[in-house]
């Protein structure tokens, strides 16, 4: 430990790390000598890849070793589970049923043990990064993933942000406004941070939680499977291992054309038809990458010209765009940023390493290793959060649904509100608080956090008793709702991070319990990275179970929406009877869908059907 500064030694003092766990990419860093160093692996690599494999032997492998697997053992291999965050399927790999966050914990744990490495045995802290448009099931998924992996995580901060501190720490004294556009592997975040003198403040952020390089790789992977499709009528994406080959090209291509014109694809085997094989021999041009790709990078740019009308900004305001995340290296994104603001993008700090290096000094900050910096980060909510209230409808009635916005987006955090409701009915005893985010006026296009009940109001006539709603979100994203009579003072307090998931600690519990057993197979020190290569050639002796374990997969994935459905097609029926004409035939229609679907296979078909379904039922229920 004669490299790490006298305080890491001292037994009172917990390390404080940053990290980027990404999509396609993850890495860590510390302050070491006032300025943020990344953590390599044991091999010297910077960055680790986000693929977690199971092997032969139960063994669990992370990084590039992992990724030189999933063409030969997809079914072994998960990869981008960032994108999965915060759901609650249950994804087959190995012969396992895993949650999202149980799989990133296994990336975490790896980057832990070069942590460990590093700055010695010992409890660590962790800033974690996330997107700035994640939801809070995500952070609380991402949060959770570390804790799983052994972290005390106490901090989670937005990607954007991170990179903007990372720039930040060595422009101190300059006082600009910076446009931060991440575009990852799997998300794209724009956010526009105004420096002045030490103090980051992040005015307005914008993203979408979809948009990334994976999308380009796919986008890339369909031209190439038409190409084949065309030539010998079969689908290569059928074949699971053909898929996973097809992807790997496409990422390939994808990098490669960052730096010329045109590349060859030559696959001999793709897939096999008639016991034949079938290959592609193509040329592959830019030009073909962008018409594939621009729509979603025009997305981007609408995103870009959003942030700037929510920070009250023009585009001559900005004097820096700041790009992060492996896919600013795709030329069409300088091009763009280029045309728009009529000046070159900057990549002072390497687009794979900002967030990481960000987030370190974020812990530098927290730790008190940067105390003397200077430096002063503040960011912003991502999304406007609320209540379900009456609101008015077609301007001649009210209705339940609305959506009433008590931190709007892009407010400074962290913030505290309170607003004054009413009682809306004679003799309400109780008032139900529904917690939303989200931008519409509608609640059920936006996102439900949760639900909780205050209890012990006097009866009185509607709108006599009044409720005072305070919503108080922090640095970590976390909210904490209270609601109070105020006649009486009876209140009532939730945590939307932890107390609205009641189970929260049992499935914790079980997570922690199943990824211990899993680590019980593995020994690093016996690894033997020829093992790897063995069972890879083995593949092919291997029965494909990839089918059977997705059965298992949409299973699990569905349950919940059976069971919803089935709820709402009760309440479907009941309704019918009180209907005439055309809206009780759209209603009979809409109950054979269900019907339909809740009897198929089609999880896809039963989330179609579960939307339509229930957006009939709002406007059926509540019209007058």
């Keep these: 430990m004669s490299n790490i500064d006298d305080k890491y030694a001292r037994p009172t003092f917990r390390p404080v790390v940053g990290i980027d766990l990404g999509t396609t990419n993850s890495a860590v860093a510390f302050i070491h000598r006032g300025k943020p160093e990344i953590i390599p692996s044991p091999q010297g690599r910077r960055i680790t890849p986000s693929v977690v494999l199971i092997d032969l032997k139960n063994r669990i492998i992370v990084g590039e070793d992992a990724r030189a697997a999933l063409v030969a053992m997809p079914d072994r291999t998960v990869a981008a589970v960032k994108r999965k965050m915060g759901s609650k399927e249950r994804i087959p ?12 914990a296994l990336i975490l744990k790896e ?56 720039f930040g720490l060595d422009h101190l004294e300059e006082d600009r406004h910076i446009l931060v556009y991440d575009l990852g592997g799997g998300t794209f975040d724009v956010s526009i941070v105004e420096m002045m003198s030490g103090v980051l403040e992040v005015k307005a952020t914008t993203g979408n939680n979809h948009l990334g390089g994976e999308d380009f790789d796919w986008k890339i992977v369909d031209w190439l499977a038409e190409k084949i499709i065309a030539e010998h009528n079969i689908d290569p994406r059928d074949d699971i291992r053909a898929r996973a080959l097809l992807k790997e090209e496409a990422e390939k291509i994808k990098k490669e054309l960052s730096a010329r014109e045109t590349v060859t ?102 730790s008190g290793s940067l105390s003397k910096s200077g430096l002063v980060a503040t ?143 593995v020994d690093n020190e016996d690894f033997d990275d020829e093992l790897v290569g063995e069972e890879m050639e083995l593949f092919n002796e291997l029965p494909d179970n990839g089918d059977e374990q997705l059965e298992v997969d949409q299973e699990l994935a569905s349950a919940d929406m059976h069971e919803e459905a089935s709820g709402l097609l009760a309440r479907a029926q009941k ?33 179609e059907a579960l939307d339509r379904v229930t957006d009939l039922m709002i406007d059926l229920e509540f019209k007058e």
């Design 379 to 521: 960011d912003v909510a991502p999304f406007s959060m609320g209540i379900a209230v009456l609101k008015e409808w077609k301007g001649i009635t009210l209705r339940p649904g609305g959506f009433h916005a008590i931190i709007p987006r892009n407010t400074t955090i962290p913030v505290t509100r309170t607003e004054t409701f009413y009682t809306t009915s004679d003799g309400q005893t109780a008032a139900s608080i529904e917690i939303y985010q989200g931008e519409h006026e509608w609640t059920k296009h936006n996102h439900r956090l949760g639900e909780f009940l205050l209890e012990g109001i006097p009866p009185n006539k509607a709108g006599a008793e009044a409720v005072e709603v305070t919503y108080r979100y922090n640095l970590n994203g976390i909210l904490e709702v209270t609601a109070r009579c105020v006649s009486t003072g009876k209140e009532m307090s939730v945590t939307v991070q932890d107390a609205l998931n009641r189970d929260s600690q049992e499935a914790f519990s079980e997570s922690a319990a199943r990824l211990e057993a899993l680590w019980q197979n």
């Design 265 to 366: 694809v030559s696959l001999p085997v793709v897939t096999v038809k008639d016991n034949r094989p079938v290959g592609l021999d193509l040329e592959f041009t830019r030009e073909q990458l962008v018409a594939l790709i621009d729509p979603l990078l025009q997305e981007t740019m609408n995103h870009v010209q959003r942030v700037l009308a929510d920070a009250g900004l023009v585009k001559d305001d900005i004097d820096e765009i700041l790009l992060v995340g492996g896919s600013t290296r795709i030329p069409r994104v300088h091009e763009l940023i280029r045309n728009f603001f009529g000046k070159e993008p900057r990549m002072d700090v390497n687009p794979d390493e900002a967030v990481a290096l960000g987030a370190a000094v974020q812990a530098g900050l927290k």
């Design 111 to 166: 980057l832990k043990s070069y942590v460990d490495t590093r700055l010695g045995e010992g409890e660590k802290e962790a800033v974690i990064t996330v997107p700035a448009y994640f939801t809070d099931e995500q952070r609380r998924a991402t949060k959770q993933a570390g804790e799983l992996a052994g972290f005390v995580v106490e901090r989670i901060i937005n990607e954007p942000t991170a990179a903007a501190l990372a």
């Design 93 to 104: 790999v190995g012969g396992q049923a895993l949650l999202p966050q149980e799989i990133s």
């Design 575 to 607: 309704l019918l009877p009180t209907l005439a004409g055309a809206e009780r035939l759209k209603l009979e229609k809409a109950i054979h869908l269900l019907n339909n679907a809740m009897s198929g296979d089609d999880i896809d078909q039963l989330q």
